[in-house]
């Protein structure tokens, strides 16, 4: 009898581990296939910033990173990251190419997941590239980032040295935001800014060209955002649902908050002229208060991930400006949103996280493990990304010819126009033809 | 033994208890996140419904005011509405600014279900406001909604005396779309029509001027609404993932057949001019007839759902006729699709849930509590919003000046028009400029 | 004490199986309510394609036939489909109207699922219809198509005499997209080429109108596949869990490596052009490699899904071409993608599945069956679009008079372009009325 009920026991605990499983590897599988559709959201929101001439160039390259990420984690890059660490902690090696997944069979629900966000990690770094970038020369560096520079930080932040150190990042304001926001500064630091971009009599143009493209984009990305940060328990079991269900929370204030503030912020400095009031501004407030929020949303109160949505308007704003100052052509305010407000949003744990945070009590050491992730994917960023565009230069395959640029790349290169909207034609009523 | 059997059983017990939580809670957290994509229906629902001259101004609204609501919410508008009752059961008085949330956990998920339910709500009010309203007197009341008008109505169907008088409206056709849908209609009778929309030399301008943003609206609108109205089970487990998969066999079934009856009705009284199909009709059928099914979804059969969306149909049709003789000017038809819909939705439960129904021989007691609801719903509704717009008129917030609605608000006030292709200018061909 | 602990275990048994149940049916509803979503993509994909004269008319053909298949799988067609099969194993013979379906409460998940397949499916077909087929003509169509033609193929694949004999096609390479993909060629070439699509004065006009509504499509359809395609286990618990992520990384690469080899492909044979970069070839691209990784995904192994993704690019070239050559006008490049890629991956579950394939030397018992399978629905869908066509050529329903089509079919019929900016007329401003 004793046999019998011990047998049923384990049998029965057994079960019920199994559906632990099922339910933690069916979240994690869902919310990498819901974080696929900020593909949509990058292309928009970059289709929409620049001009009519450049829509088709900048899409085809958030669909070809896409494209590309996916590929290259498959190959190289989920091994880089995920793999069993090395001996030094500072990368995988194991997993490459789908090698033994299906002795595994939870690695694909690993994959899934990682590999959506290397695609959105890739986009980011694509904002920098947009108007005047080479195809191939960013196809080529979005080969490099999704197979090596970006799957190197991650491993570092999730598993590797960095990890060790207690360093924690929940969803990546830091690991993800901070190294591709650098990788678009480089590349917009080291293609100049676009012809024109700071000559007066021509400034206006460079307005977002379509703020309805980027207003689909921040509201598709806000959704999608919410499953971002809360996949990143890779569990739904065993209370992490609790888990999920607070970091959804937070993304929401979070976004919110940034959202309102730099609306606001806008109008009070423009309230006396015919543009007081701006969509672009309030999707970027919302994208920098996600962003920031990003990296503690696991563990931070509500007010805190509304001061923290706060946060990163401000920096948005703040860095926004300088880069205008300093004469670095961001067109699509990639650098700021998700380098400035990646870099706030990777010190929030150090601040405001209830189990690790200064606010809380706990010292600042967790601050500082944070400070020095920070360092070393700018540091990991800024050099390889320096040395893939000088190469690209003198390969000749850093900036396009400026007819190309001046003319714009959809009708030179992309086939035309991305849209055009032909009325009917005399001649072709008078020649019908089947 | 024995005792040691009690305590495995006892544990094992426990733990399924745990799962069937983890469960429910993560499917209110997911619905939550996914009904939040309805904001970018209602965007460009509103923004494919107005002219050239006020998308931006439209969509500001929009995304504003789901800012907004998600703040609010979180301030004040979650406590009043799920907090714990008061002894006149007539608001929530827990829970405000997320408030002991890290004890009871299990409030994230409600707070995300519910805020995104909040923000949709609130989206619905702006339809009225459009092309003519002020966006700060829009904004205060999109506080004033969020934080305390909608809050409320909420509480009393859900919790508070009407609720306990058995009032049921699954997913909100009545505290919901109705309330919202009158908000709707008291702006747009405050605030007047657009100036020439019943002047038959300018009718035509009036047309909705992007079909194609209708469209995308209706068809992520439609996908959302399955959400919004099985996440309303707030539960999965013990069998009520059945009443999820009848509330979404519902929702689609009721949302063809009202889109289907409406595009048929056009046909039949159009069939001899040239606008007898017409995309927009077959899109506000489809939501008219989803209004209408959200408030029984949980208990009826298909054949009733069918029903439902052909009522809802002519409702529509209906209503839109009555407001278009009256003059009332409401430019993206919120209030035959909400209000009037939603008016029919509410009275669905009395008639034709399988539980409660008039059709099923359970008397008219049910009929009786969802239309005391609906006038409750209509009175609060009518009265805040109505001094709401009395003291926004006197403020000088209501309505934009009249230069201001004649050139458009986007060109005037938001930065520019919502879009702008510019050709390659020939001058800038000779000035490059790096 | 043996009887009580014999109790006791029994329980537990059950809940634990009642959990398994609860979640595998949430799963089937929830993939199903995404892939609802897909009706976007589809109404985008050939809105992007035609002409701007009839944007409007492709798009009410879609979310027609969304709403009609919807109310035909309600009445007629998931009976059909998914009853119990009849002596013949031909098609089902219950479950028609959502009969006894509050009897067996899981039916709904499975209806939910299989109807949005279908509204999918008749969706394809819509493509050949595009730019010149009678509105009237496509709706009776459609009707026929998700009433009768479609459930049956799926009843022969997954219930009836074909799934007896071992056919195995995942989430429908064959039984879905060959037979739809078939259907729009039927149409296509019954309804003979737009008139001067050949005509090489006039080729250029039919390039798409909108590369960027493509774009939006084909990443909603990228999304929304990873859950139709991981839909397809019916299940999480028990291990299913495990093909769902299988299968969602397959979906991925399969995609992906489709959509690069595509652009890689337009970029060599065009490089000295300025159309060397495509949009729309990587967007078609990643179709293509969609629909012939369908068939398989839950049983290949991840470096398949790269080959076949290349596979179904390879295709897609091929029978674009041909028919270009032949003459038959397919705006949409609906024939290639998805009868092609269909055919293509009905195929791959007979070469790369590790349980059946030939790679794995299992024998060609399977292939063999794939090919049975694909020449029944061939020759099904051949034969009832020919008589559909026939019959509706007789009514003269089945192509719009010549003028209509000249003038576009939404200005004619459709009450207007699908969308315009009127700029403010100076008349306008001079006769306020309000």
Same mark, same amino acid.
């Given at each position: 009898m004793n046999e019998q009920f011990n047998q049923a026991h384990y049998d029965i605990k057994q079960q019920i581990t199994h559906y632990e499983h099922d339910l933690d590897h069916f979240w994690t599988t869902l919310t990498g296939a819901v974080v696929l559709i900020m593909q949509l959201g990058f292309a928009f929101l970059e289709g929409g910033c620049v001009r009519y001439r450049n829509i088709q160039s900048i899409i085809i390259k958030v669909y070809a990173n896409t494209a590309i990420s996916i590929i290259m984690m498959w190959i190289v890059g989920y091994g880089l990251m995920m793999g069993k660490t090395n001996d030094?902690?500072?990368?995988?090696?194991? *997993?490459?190419? *789908?090698?033994?997944?299906?002795? &595994?069979?939870?690695?694909?629900?690993?994959f899934v997941f990682n590999t959506a966000l290397a695609a959105a990690a890739n986009s980011i770094v694509s904002g920098g590239a947009a108007e005047r970038m080479s195809i191939p020369g960013y196809i080529a560096l979005s080969v490099l980032f999704s197979g090596?520079?970006?799957?190197?930080?991650? &491993?570092?932040?999730?598993?590797?040295?960095?990890?060790?150190?207690?360093? &924690?990042?929940?969803?990546?304001s830091g690991a993800i935001h901070l190294t591709a926001g650098i990788g678009a500064l480089v590349v917009t630091f080291m293609l100049r800014p676009r012809t024109n971009r700071f000559n007066p009599q021509f400034e206006s143009q460079f307005k977002p060209s379509n703020t309805t493209f980027i207003c689909l984009s921040c509201l598709t990305l806000y959704m999608a955002w919410m499953c971002f940060n809360s996949g990143s328990t890779l569990a739904l079991s065993d209370g992490s649902v609790f888990t999920v269900g607070n970091s959804i929370a937070n993304?929401?204030? *979070?976004?919110?908050?940034? *959202?309102?503030?730099?609306?606001?912020? $806008?109008?009070?400095?423009?309230r006396n002229t015919d543009s007081r009031f701006s969509l672009v501004m309030v999707c970027n407030g919302n994208l920098a208060g996600l962003v920031a929020v990003t990296g503690s949303n696991d563990e931070i109160e509500q007010w805190a991930a509304f001061v923290i949505g706060i946060i990163g308007g401000i920096i948005y704003v703040l860095v926004a400006k300088i880069l205008h100052k300093l004469q670095i052509d961001d067109p699509v305010d990639a650098i700021p949103i998700h380098a400035?407000?990646?870099?706030?949003?990777?010190?929030?744990?150090g601040w405001f996280d209830r189990r690790r945070g200064i606010y809380y009590e706990w010292g600042a050491y967790q601050w500082g493990v944070q400070v020095l992730g920070c360092v070393c994917f700018v540091a990991w960023s800024v050099a390889w990304h320096y040395v893939a565009c000088k190469i690209l230069e003198r390969l000749n395959l850093l900036r396009v010819h400026n007819r190309i640029e001046m003319?714009?790349?959809?009708?030179?290169?992309?086939?035309? $126009?991305?849209?055009?909207?032909?009325?009917?034609?005399?001649?072709?009523?008078?020649?019908p033809y089947s």
């Open positions: 030094s902690q500072f990368n995988g090696i194991s *997993g490459f190419s *789908g090698f033994r997944f299906k002795d &595994h069979p939870e690695s694909y629900a690993d090596f520079i970006y799957p190197i930080c991650i &491993h570092w932040a999730y598993k590797g040295w960095l990890y060790d150190l207690g360093y &924690h990042d929940f969803a990546g993304t929401m204030v *979070g976004g919110a908050s940034g *959202g309102l503030f730099v609306f606001f912020y $806008h109008y009070f400095t423009n400035g407000c990646g870099l706030a949003g990777a010190m929030c744990p003319e714009g790349l959809d009708p030179t290169i992309c086939g035309g $126009h991305a849209f055009f909207y032909e009325p009917v034609r005399e001649q072709e009523m008078k020649e």
